[in-house]
């Protein structure tokens, strides 16, 4: 798809100097998930990888956890009145025999680019049973050297946004460093969903021995994300929400936030970070 990006015209001031000028702008769209053929959530997010979005966004609703799970991803013909398509509906097929978890908990279906899934009956209904317990999972030991490479890397990898200035973006390491992929999107959940997504279309989950370092902060449904994708470290520049915390901890994920230059805070997981004998005794 196209439509990453659209051009709108400026009014642009600096320093007094006044003058009209084309702006490059990130492109955000509605996009529709059905079930078999049954609406299950809105997001609002940049097109392109739509059918990894939307199978990344049914790994951590528990629907699907293998490829062989998935049957199919096709764009919804005839999406508006006029039978015309306009690639914003999106209906995943499930394998026979595929087991669906129990929708019918009050919830509202539209997520923001903001917020990511909002309206869940309660905290309960977010905490999905992970299929791969992350505190089974073979124990990563990450220097802090490695993580402080993250950002930058993350940022370098961010093609969009050197265009426009507002995408947020998501990346796999793995526990070496290796960047194995990275994803932008108006949306930080969509981004990490797309990851997801694409992982489970190459039928690479778990993804047990890897980093997802995302920017911006790191919310509660990001940690669930992490969680319901085996991912046993997660990564951000910003700061973590007080879920984020409980469910990491609750779950044995690490949690790093505030990742800038050589500072962090880690905030749950801590045996996965390879101190110095030195800097761990003081």
Known sequence: ????????????????????????????EPLEIRLNGKPLAITMRTPGDDFALAAGFLVSEGVLATASDLQN???CAGATVDGSNTYNVVDVKTAPGVTLPDFTLERNVYTSSSC?????????????????PIA???????????????PDRLRAAQRVFDRTGGLHAAALFSEDGELLDTREDVGRHNA???????????????????????????????????????????????????????????????????????????????????????????
């Open 73 to 75: 991803i096709v764009y």
């Open 1 to 28: 798809m196209g439509r990453v990006t659209e051009r709108r015209k400026v009014l642009r001031i600096r320093d007094g100097a006044v003058s009209t000028r084309p702006d490059t702008l990130v492109a955000e």
């Open 136 to 150: 089974d999972s073979p124990l990563l030991r990450i220097s802090p050297e490695l993580l402080a490479s993250l």
């Open 192 to 282: 990490v969903d797309k990851l997801v997504g694409r992982a489970l279309q190459s039928d690479a989950l778990p993804l047990s021995r890897t980093i997802l370092m995302v920017s911006g902060r790191a919310s509660f449904e990001l940690a669930q994300k992490a969680v319901m994708a085996g991912i046993p470290v997660l990564a951000a520049v910003s700061a973590p929400s007080s879920l984020a915390v409980d469910l990491a901890a609750e779950t044995g994920l690490t949690l790093v936030g505030f990742l800038r230059g050589s500072s962090m805070n880690v905030y749950a997981g801590q045996d996965r970070i390879a101190l110095r004998e030195a800097a761990a005794q003081g």
């Open 116 to 132: 990511g899934l909002c309206g869940k009956a309660s905290l309960d209904a977010v905490r999905t049973t992970a299929r791969w």
